[in-house]
């Protein structure tokens, strides 16, 4: 594949590089800079009347006003922006870095240093290491006063230069392509999208410490799977060569954490990257991320009081506050949360009870309702998409749907009071499902059973029912405890902590079509091993 062409600023740059090296001033250097202050620590502890305080920091220069033997510059560190005032008769003289003893084109002291390497060959986007003192320009800007700069690492392409004026922003870098292809340059020059990352890892954090207090064990379990279980989905499919099996891609660990149960842990739990070879929207990528919690000897009552409890909890420690804005609502995460019926749901937003409906009668309801159906639909899968056209989207405010019918949970107990139901329930949260729970089924002949239907309904053409795991129905017949266990979409939950609407704006790297330049040598290699 041909290099790109160059452009003239790209151009211009390697020149600039290539002219420090004949200075003797390596544009990588490999030693240790030692960064003892950040832009943030410093404006936040400064005081006018306290002793001079002398900082090493570090970071990308974003912009430069360049006054004759003076300037102002621009530095972005890992925790914000800070001024620097930098004078050419205060800069220390610069040795070469890296040990090398490349002759210097003259005197490289402050003076050249200053007029040569800092105006001519350092551009916006250098790193530079900085050693100086604090102080108050006569404008009242808390900055850095320099004595001493060093390279750290040359730039070879422009950025996209973002102007902020009055908190607005000009020559905004938003295509939302280019901004999620390129996400390490959407994370430099936007203001705001490195603090949704923070929280989302902070939010990953509070609930680890949440489980931990309550004494759960978090495990790993296998990504590569030879049945693709624990939720009705379509898999990816890949190849193991060594055992010339096929192999998929986790769409679900629930059935190895309950075989954990089985083997005596008493509560366990995993952040589970997962994969479902399906649609691509809003609020769906095709590999998300998963928490997924099992305790023995409880049921989804206590399952709906924990996790009003636990998202509370994360709200206050990412937030500290329970109230959260996304888009036009305002949503509430104070617990307890409203809890409805599955079919009370639907009774409650279309006026009709569904109760009792045979399959033939909900075919009825949906042609009345004007919801999407075909004949690969089971009961299950009608009352499924009956709820989600014409009730899902209404629930706001966190709401538990329970209750759910039996074809429609394979892996949950009977309820108790009526056994075409299940003890399941899904929280939903600004129209969309957040959590996933139910009273996980222990009885090995009824789990079988359930397996088979699924099986039926896979040769009848429903493409996301669930295989026949038959280990897992074995560590059943050894026994498992009365076990409630949990999943909540970590990636849905950072977009409501973070009021993004969009579930690309809480992924570092959203799944997106190849560029036009990718090479494809490694989807041809892959052809000719399977060949």
């Not at 003259?106 to 001519?120: E, M, Q, R, S």
């Not at 949360?337 to 599955?342: A, D, P, S």
Request: charged fraction near 30%.
């Amino acid at each position: 594949m041909n290099a790109p062409e160059l452009s003239e600023q790209e151009l211009f740059r390697r020149q600039s590089l290539e002219e420090l090296r004949t200075k003797g001033i390596n544009p990588y250097p490999a030693e240790e800079f030692p960064v003892t202050a950040y832009s943030t620590d410093i404006k936040a502890t400064f005081q006018d009347d306290a002793p001079r305080r002398e900082v090493s920091i570090a970071g990308r220069i974003m912009s430069r006003r360049i006054m004759g033997k003076a300037s102002f510059v621009e530095l972005q560190d890992s925790q914000g922006r800070i001024q620097l005032y930098i004078s050419r008769d205060d800069l220390a003289p610069l040795p070469p870095s890296g040990g090398d003893k490349v002759p210097l084109e003259g005197d490289l002291g402050g003076t050249d240093l200053y007029n040569v390497v800092f105006k001519k060959l350092l551009d916006i986007g250098d790193f530079v290491g900085i050693e100086g003192y604090v102080f108050r320009t006569q404008m009242g800007e808390i900055s850095v006063h320099v004595s001493k700069l060093t390279v750290l690492a040359k730039s070879l392409r422009p950025l996209p230069i973002v102007k902020y004026k009055d908190g607005v922003a000009y020559d905004a870098f938003e295509d939302p392509e280019m901004r999620y292809r390129q996400r390490y340059v959407d994370l430099i020059v936007n203001d705001g999208i490195k603090d949704i990352f923070l929280k989302r890892t902070r939010m990953f954090n509070s609930m680890r410490q949440f489980f931990n207090e309550k004494g759960y064990i978090e495990v790993d379990t296998p990504v590569l799977q030879s049945i693709p279980g624990g939720a009705a989905a379509r898999p990816f499919i890949t190849h193991h060569n060594a055992l010339d099996i096929p192999l998929y891609l986790r769409i679900a660990n629930e059935l190895y954490l309950k075989r954990l149960i089985v083997g005596g842990f008493e509560g366990v739990y995993e952040f589970s990257r997962n994969f479902r070879n399906e649609g691509m929207d809003r609020t769906h990528n095709p590999e998300f991320t998963v928490m997924e919690i099992y305790v023995a000897y409880k049921d989804y009552n206590w399952m709906m009081t924990f996790t009003e409890q636990m998202i509370e909890r994360i709200c206050l420690d990412v937030l500290g506050t329970t109230e959260v804005q996304v888009g036009e609502n305002q949503i509430s995460f104070k617990a307890p949360y409203r809890r409805v019926t599955m079919i009370d749901a639907i009774k409650e937003n279309t006026g009709v009870d569904i109760a009792g409906m045979d399959e033939e009668q909900l075919r009825e309801v949906c042609k009345k309702l004007h919801v999407e159906q075909d004949n690969t639909m089971g009961k299950g899968k009608l009352i499924d998409e009956i709820f989600g056209e014409t009730s899902e989207g209404k629930y706001i405010q966190p709401t538990f749907i329970t209750d759910y019918p039996k074809e429609m949970s394979p892996l949950t107990k009977k309820h108790r009071t009526n056994p075409e139901l299940t003890e399941r329930f899904e929280l939903m949260v600004n129209g969309k499902e957040l959590a996933n729970a139910y009273s996980e089924l222990n009885d090995p002949i009824d789990q079988r059973e359930r397996f088979e239907e699924q099986l039926k309904l896979s040769e009848k053409g429903d493409d996301e029912a669930m295989f026949i795991d038959q280990d897992f129905l074995r560590a059943l017949e050894y026994g498992m405890p009365p076990t409630s266990g949990m999943g909540i979409g970590m990636d849905r939950l950072a977009m409501l902590l973070t009021g993004q609407t969009s579930i690309t704006e809480v992924l570092l790297f959203p799944q997106m079509k190849p560029e036009n330049n990718t090479p494809r040598h490694c989807e041809l290699e892959i052809k000719s091993e399977k060949a």
